[in-house]
């Protein structure tokens, strides 16, 4: 499944977490990996999940809305913060 954010072309270069809740609570839990991890908060009528860890190839790693759960997976795909 492809994520929305990443169809409607929501520009990175690499990996990242798409916080679509249109808050920024997700996309922090992020913020320790920011030199691995993209994140990127925004908001879509279409969402397929609050929230998208997007691996380097484009597929969905994660997804949810538990930061806790978001923050495991950030560690499992790229390492210890």
Known sequence: MRPAAVEHGTARSGPGG??????????AAAEPWSD??????????????????????????????????LEAAVARWFGPS
């Open 18 to 27: 798409d916080d679509l809740t249109g808050g920024n609570d997700l996309a």
């Open 36 to 69: 691995r991890v993209q994140a990127v908060a925004a908001a879509t009528d279409d969402a397929p999940a609050p929230a998208l860890l997007i691996r380097p190839d484009g597929y969905v790693a994660w997804a949810g809305v538990d930061p806790r759960g």
